[in-house]
């Protein structure tokens, strides 16, 4: 049998239960009040007081009766209730609410929660360990799951959400240069969607959904953070350089075809070189070139 299966038969799913308005079972408490009020109050002595003291006891009885079975849920609250530790369903009707006394309650928020998790370190698919930390808005769907499939959901949700956070960690490197992979950086709404799924994922056991998600965090580790730095430096330096040169070389082939096409100037291949290397160095040199006047000839 597989997990997913085996999940499927041990789940419990939230179902509505029958619960009476706390409104009209307040009114019969004050009536069992005005009851025992006016058997006290008229009671007699003699044979006559058996009525009297009948109304008491049923009085009595029905007071205490119904004064534990009293709860209040505000917006966005529910209530599960069981009875003798077997589940009986969920209310999430607002208001005074009442049910059997012998009936156990246990109220639950549904209400949107927002989670920070703290920054923990993570060794990115390249295996450089990267610090990161996320932040998760979610809430409680299923507040039967919550409550009886996990033994404390708020505690599932923070080791879940480290738990996903290195598994997308570990899933793409922190950043590629040449733009040719997903990676952490530069792909911040992928990840951050993968994230929402995998954590999705990992938290319907426990009846909760995942309302938005989203990486507040996301760097080089302190040991390595310099050493990556210098190596982007060089990276972007190389690139730069590469650009330059095909840009330069670009250039050089135009001028020459250009001379050539317009017979300014004839030139042999060891000129043509010599131009093409005066060119290069004039397009791809960091410093401001001094022209030299050459008042002789070429060949001299």
Known sequence: MSDDKVIALTATSERPVST?????????????????????????????????????????????LVMPGFYMLQPNQAVAITLFGEYRGTDRNTGLRWTWPWMSKKKISVRANNFISDKIKVNDLRGNPIDMAAQIMWRVVDTAQALFDVDDYKQFVRVQVEAAIRTIGSRYPYDD?????????????????????????????AGIAIDECG???????TEIASAMLRRQQAQAVV???????EGAVGMVEMALA?????????????RRAAMVSNLMVVLCGERD???????GTLYT
């Open 20 to 64: 009476a308005s706390g409104y009209a079972m307040l009114v019969i408490l004050l009536l069992t009040v005005l009851a025992d009020a006016y058997a006290i109050s008229t009671l007699p002595i003699g044979p006559e007081v058996w009525p009297n003291v009948t109304i008491l006891i049923v009085a009595t009885f029905v007071f205490i």
């Open 177 to 205: 240069f040449t733009h040719q992979e997903v990676t952490l950086r530069g792909n911040h709404d992928q990840v951050g969607q993968e994230l929402r799924s995998e954590l999705q994922a990992r938290l319907n056991v």
């Open 215 to 221: 990486f507040t965090y996301l760097a080089y580790a």
């Open 239 to 245: 690139a730069a350089r590469q650009t330059l040169v």
């Open 258 to 270: 250009s001379l050539s096409e317009k017979k300014v100037v004839e030139l042999d291949d060891e």
């Open 289 to 295: 070139t001094q022209p030299v006047v050459n008042t």
